[in-house]
């Protein structure tokens, strides 16, 4: 994972596969296209594997790039402990504690969390004990809301998209089902901003947690596009990865993997929201994925 920061502050994160880059060309042009972008960022560098040869022959290969000047630090994050610095640099273990590598997440306001498995764990379905009341659900608010017409769907998203805190079940059910119609989709990225990024995180996690398998694709969606939007890139990845698994032809998926491949910085959505948006919108009537544009 590749992360650049100002003045303390992330601009962006980057998940690559070790494999890919690798091959010094590719992870070069990583490189120049992060850079090129922010120059006056300060990269850090961290690579996810037990093969210590491979985690750290990718990581000389950054700090060779980048300098000493706008390196921040090289992280080698393997099962049971961390090493930093170099091959011999310092380590410790990854026991679920408090660590160094905690604690310095903590002080750049990253989320620490024990692993990608716990990312996962936190956008999980319902149990099986609970599938059953939440179809039954699923079919009574889908006839509430045929009942209410375009208008009064409308009226009841804006509202549901207020919300905060612990949110009733029947209104995870509504939003799930306001936000499978194209329209509805469109309307919570049109809201999305830095500004409540940290507020729809949470309503829509807690609406994918109330989602049966057949219903998680738009939401996971949301999830993280809100993830993205608050610089939580590894959350972000998590939802592209489920999505990949379950329905890789849903529009939402190819907006989230475009932003990812294109180490799109969150700052950058309102200039590029409604490109975006109309091609999105194109793509809900029409077959395969969507034609997102190529430049920005």
Wanted: aromatic content about 4%; glycine content about 10%.
């Amino acid at each position: 994972m590749v992360m650049l920061l100002e003045d303390g502050r992330v601009l962006v994160t980057a998940r690559v596969d070790l494999a890919a880059v690798a091959d010094l060309v590719a992870l070069d042009a990583l490189l120049a296209r992060l850079f090129d972008r922010f120059p006056h960022a300060e990269g850090w560098f961290m690579a996810y594997t037990d093969d210590h040869e491979v985690a750290w022959g990718v990581l000389a290969a950054c700090v060779d790039r980048v300098g000493t000047v706008r390196l921040g630090r090289v992280l080698q994050v393997a099962s049971t402990q961390w090493r930093g610095d170099h091959p011999g640099g310092p380590t410790g273990p990854i026991t679920g504690a408090i660590s160094p590598l905690a604690v310095e997440a903590a002080v750049l306001g990253l989320p620490a969390r024990a692993s990608r498995r716990e990312l996962a764990a936190g956008l999980a379905g319902p149990s099986d004990s609970e599938i059953e009341g939440l179809l039954a659900q699923f079919e009574a608010c889908a006839e509430e809301l045929h009942r209410l017409g375009v208008r009064g769907r409308r009226r009841l998203l804006r509202r549901l998209l207020r919300a905060s805190g612990q949110v009733l079940v029947v209104d995870c059910v509504r939003l799930a089902l306001l936000a499978a119609r194209p329209e509805g989709q469109l309307a919570v990225l049109r809201g999305l901003g830095r500004g409540n990024a940290e507020q729809q995180l949470e309503l829509w996690a807690a609406v994918v947690r109330r989602c049966p398998l057949g219903r998680r694709a738009p939401i996971l969606g949301l999830v993280g596009m809100a993830a993205w939007q608050t610089g939580d890139g590894a959350l972000q990845v998590v939802c592209l990865e489920e999505l990949d698994q379950i329905d890789p032809q849903a529009p939402i998926a190819a907006l989230l993997e475009w932003l990812n491949q294109n180490v799109v910085p969150p700052g950058e959505w309102e200039a590029i929201r409604g490109a975006l948006l109309e091609a999105l919108a194109v793509e809900f009537t029409t077959a395969g994925r969507p034609a997102i544009p190529q430049g920005r």
